[in-house]
């Protein structure tokens, strides 16, 4: 791998990641790098097809977790890792966080079973290491204020319409998930008005060397 910077952006449903990505690409894009903005489930047209049928259709967690991490290799070999070995700063809205804390702790589905899925799809070629994200953002916000946020905002999808309870066990997934590298999370309080969580996003960036 080159000598690239995978950025991720996580957080429940609602939590405010969308509304802050923007800045943050033109951010980046500030210090004079290029910029790949990307998602998961997607960000290929083979993993966007995944994505749809992962929102829309009813379907067990195992089916789920292959899908996810299907679209996920694809995404990966075919423009995540070419990114970075290029240089480039790769700004990815959700990552595999979010299966341990999706399908992991909001579906409960068995931790070891992600954990093999991880290595299998983020094998480097000629690498010991895995591939994960240099810094994940993890917007933090107790999942009665994102329902709240949610209600207010948009037709829910698959996932966004489940309960108050599935929303705490995905919390709890995303803290475990931080707990277990404390070193690559940014943990963002959410629970503050816009400009505040903005400026939570650029100190971390800053206290990081990233653009200083
Ligand atoms: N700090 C904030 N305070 C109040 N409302 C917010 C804040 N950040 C985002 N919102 C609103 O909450 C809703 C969900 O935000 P969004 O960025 O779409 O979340 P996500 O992408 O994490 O699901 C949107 O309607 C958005 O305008
Ligand atoms: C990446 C990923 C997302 N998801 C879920 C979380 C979200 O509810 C949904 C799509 O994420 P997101 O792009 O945040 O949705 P939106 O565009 O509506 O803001 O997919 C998983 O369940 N597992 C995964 O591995």
């Not at 475990?176 to 404390?182: E, I, N, T, V």
């Not at 996003?201 to 060397?209: I, M, T, Y």
């Amino acid at each position: 791998m080159g000598t690239g910077l995978f950025i991720t952006l996580e957080g429940i449903d609602g939590a405010g990641k969308s509304s802050h990505l923007e800045s943050l690409e033109a951010w980046l894009r500030g210090t004079g790098r290029t910029v790949v903005r990307t998602r998961e489930p997607g960000g290929t047209p083979l993993a966007e097809t995944l994505r749809e049928l992962v929102l829309q259709k009813p379907m067990d967690a195992l089916t789920e977790s292959l899908l996810v991490f299907a679209a996920r290799r694809d995404h990966v070999t075919q423009v995540i890792a070419p990114a970075l070995a290029r240089g480039e700063i790769v700004l990815c809205d959700r990552f595999t966080d979010a299966t341990f804390a999706y399908q992991g702790g909001g579906r409960g589905f068995d931790l070891e079973v992600l954990q093999t899925l991880e290595r299998w799809v983020q094998a480097q070629s000629q690498e010991a290491t895995l591939l994960q994200p240099d810094l994940s953002f993890w917007f933090d916000l107790p999942p009665e204020v994102a329902a709240q946020r949610l209600a207010a905002a948009r037709v829910p999808d698959r996932f966004e319409s489940q309960s108050a309870e599935f929303f705490r066990r995905v919390a709890e997934g995303y803290a475990a998930r931080a707990r277990g590298d404390a070193a690559r999370f940014e943990r963002i309080d959410a629970n503050q008005p816009r400009d505040q969580v903005w400026v939570q996003v650029e100190s971390a960036l800053r206290r990081r060397g990233i653009g200083a």
